[in-house]
């Protein structure tokens, strides 16, 4: 059984009465043991301490959209819209990766996440090879909901990337049988059709009644895009979340990533059925698809939490870097209240857990729940004055990913002091570049 002390740190809870105090925070094996001010343990007794005294604790944040397959493309795809983006760039750059590069691709992105203070993610892959990223994600220790996308349609898509649908959904649930629950769960597996407009009506049937069928989250797409709409509603008749809805897959375990262009009806839907919208400015912004109207959704009582989406369209995972966006672009237009810390800093960490349908085991820092957490250390230059300064506004507004010193997750350190622990970044950065050198090379994108 091993135990780690936290010791005097600011410790912002995120429970249900938003409780912030100095005191001390007390893992055993995966889970938080005891929190609170002054706890009555003996340092003695522990297999760690830490001594975080003018340090700040938080729940790990919780990213529900992310690409791991496409770290290796940052760079690669900048200044583009969606669909040239994706045609031009990311589908012949995804057709021409192999087992090596994947793995490596989803180990340099998670090292990136853990260093920012993420411990949970969902993320889509690409067609082929998604066991190396589990193996990636296995090895790595950060807690991940992932799956092989699915495309069984799309005339302009590369040839490796074209699948058959019974291919495509009989190589999901072998995935799914293989790594859902690994770990004792800190993996799951979720079906990730790319868009409706990737898929064929008999996949996404079958999508939704596997995914009754094993109980697992549906990730995928929608209303991201202008042009996406107009080819669903052109080849559908319906927009986007009425088609899903017309499937039966607009229900509490689909996660639907972007969301920006809804009308009235498919937010009704949305409410309605308790289906999750991960929010991405970073990336909605970059690729100019427009901005979620997050106020509106947040008033309705949808499920909304926050995402970085891939390094192609956004250039970096960093959920501080979301969550200040997510805050200001809303501003403007809904007012200087309409989005505040308090709020976007919930999507981050709690909203995410509601999402992945964790809530009860993290999401906040609570005796029970899985010890998922980071430690900041907001002593400095761009984070002072402190005095009289709301803690999670300075999380928010102030912080950067380079603040996060410590992070835990599952019970298990990842990293600390700055150190990664899991992921041994000598190997993994010249094993990127390689791996990049050899895909523009096959795809003649260089």
């Known amino acids: 059984m091993a135990t780690i002390l936290i010791k005097q740190a600011e410790i912002v809870t995120m429970n249900r009465d938003g409780d912030i105090f100095v005191g001390d925070l007390l893992i055993e094996d995966d889970r938080i043991k005891a929190i609170g001010p002054d706890l009555d343990v003996d340092p003695a007794q522990v297999d760690k301490v830490i001594e975080a005294k003018n340090r700040t604790v938080i729940p790990g944040f919780v990213q529900t959209h992310i690409h791991l397959c496409q770290t290796l493309f940052r760079g690669k795809g900048d200044d583009l819209e969606l669909m040239d983006w994706l045609k031009q760039r990311i589908w012949p750059l995804e057709a021409s990766h192999d087992e090596e590069s994947i793995y490596y691709s989803a180990l340099l992105g998670i090292g990136e996440l853990i260093q920012s203070g993420t411990t949970t993610i969902v993320d889509m892959e690409t067609v082929h090879h998604t066991d190396f990223a589990f193996q990636a994600i296995a090895s790595s220790g950060i807690r991940a909901l ?19 649908t019974s291919e495509s959904l009989q190589q999901s649930v072998d995935l799914l049988e293989k790594w859902n629950g690994h770990d004792g769960g800190r993996i799951q597996y979720a079906f990730s059709p790319r868009f409706v407009i990737s898929c064929t009506e008999e996949l996404l049937r079958e999508v939704r009644s596997l995914s009754e069928q094993y109980q697992v989250k549906v990730h995928t797409h929608a209303s991201e895009n202008l042009g996406e709409i107009e080819i669903v509603q052109a080849e559908t008749g319906m927009r986007n979340v009425v088609y899903l809805d017309h499937l039966g897959l607009a229900n509490e375990r689909l996660i639907l990533a972007h969301c920006i262009w809804l009308d009235d009806e498919e937010k ?16 909605n912004l970059k690729l100019a698809s427009g901005i979620a109207e997050t106020p509106d959704m947040l008033k309705l009582d949808i499920s909304v939490s926050l995402g970085a989406d891939g390094a192609p369209c956004n250039n970096n995972l960093d959920m501080f870097n979301e969550m200040r966006l997510a805050a200001l672009i809303q501003k403007p237009v809904h007012g200087p209240t309409a989005m505040n810390a308090q709020t976007v800093f919930r999507m981050a960490t709690i909203g995410g857990a509601r999402a992945v349908g964790m809530e009860k085991e993290i999401g906040s ?8 957490l980071a430690i900041l250390d907001l002593i400095n230059f761009h984070t002072y004055p402190s005095f009289d300064v709301d803690p999670i506004s300075r999380i928010v507004y102030s ?11 599952n019970g298990r350190i990842v990293m600390e002091n700055r150190i990664m622990r899991t992921i041994d970044k000598d190997i993994v950065l010249p094993e990127a570049n390689r791996s990049i050198q050899r895909l523009l090379k096959r795809t003649n994108l260089r």
């Open 146 to 164: 992932s799956g092989k996308v699915m495309m069984d349609k799309g005339d302009e898509v590369p040839f490796p990337l074209q699948e058959k």
């Open 399 to 409: 912080a950067t990913r380079a603040d996060v010193e410590t992070t835990i997750i």
């Open 365 to 372: 820092l609570e005796v029970g729940k899985k010890a998922d």
């Open 268 to 283: 009704r839907i949305i409410h309605e059925r308790g289906v999750h919208v991960s929010h991405c400015p970073g990336s």
